[in-house]
């Protein structure tokens, strides 16, 4: 079975463009959750997705949105761009079998960089 | 807000060395889940904790989830090169969605 697909995998933005990403998550998995990870720390929770839902939303700003469509897949939007915004954005999906914790299947990441 | 800490940030180990590497969090979590980072990869999950006092064993890796459910560890025995990476743990509070990750240890073993 295929894991956890992102695309694309590196990006070049300016200030002020606007970058959509997108993911994949492993089939059977109907939940989806984006992660920013700067150089040097751990993922920060931006949203989490399931059954096109919002679930859950971090401490980010009002240019981070993001969606889920139907075959569960998702896109992670991002307008306004600050070079602060440059990082590695992972997808993780999960099974999220009824219960609120469950494990995250990452994918390899979208490297983000501003200029 | 909730807060995952973990220490140290870097561990240099002699391979074939112990170490442990801890993780404390500010508040109560219903969980608590470890992943390993390994250089230009993404976090891939290890294990996850739920009970208090809790403890798993992969191999050399023994997980600890605290009686009070706000700390872990990770101890590794007799360290091998391929225990190179940056290990997160990742705290849940009941009924949140947020995963909280920790700053992560950063391992690097010397041959």
């Known amino acids: 079975d295929a894991g956890v697909t992102q695309s694309p995998t590196h990006l070049i933005k300016t200030r002020g463009q606007h970058v959509t990403l997108r993911c994949s998550p492993i089939s059977g998995h109907k939940s989806v959750s984006w992660y920013q990870q700067v150089l040097g720390q751990g993922p920060q929770f931006i949203f989490q997705y399931y059954e096109k839902e919002e679930r859950g939303r971090g401490n980010f700003p009002d240019r981070f949105s993001a969606r889920q469509f139907p075959n569960y897949s998702s896109e992670l939007n991002v307008n306004a761009l600050l070079l602060g915004d440059s990082a590695l954005y992972l997808c993780?999906?999960?099974?999220?079998?009824?219960?609120?914790?469950?494990?995250?299947?990452f994918g390899p990441g979208t490297r983000l960089t501003v200029l | 807000g909730q807060q995952v800490m973990q220490i140290p940030q870097y561990q240099h180990v002699q391979e074939g060395e112990d170490f442990t590497t801890y993780c404390n969090s500010s508040t109560t979590l219903s969980n608590i889940q470890w992943y390993k980072q390994r250089p230009g990869g993404h976090p891939v999950f290890l294990i996850q904790l739920v009970k208090s006092g809790e403890v798993k064993k992969q191999k050399r890796l023994t997980f600890q989830f605290g009686e009070a459910k706000k700390n872990s560890s990770l101890h590794i025995t007799a360290t091998q090169t391929t225990d190179v990476g940056t290990y997160f743990c990742?705290?849940?509070?009941?009924?949140?969605?947020?995963?909280?990750f920790g700053a992560g240890t950063t391992v690097t073993v010397r041959a």
């Open positions: 993780a999906s999960s099974s999220l079998s009824g219960g609120y914790a469950d494990t995250q299947y």
């Open positions: 990742a705290g849940l509070r009941s009924n949140d969605y947020k995963l909280s």
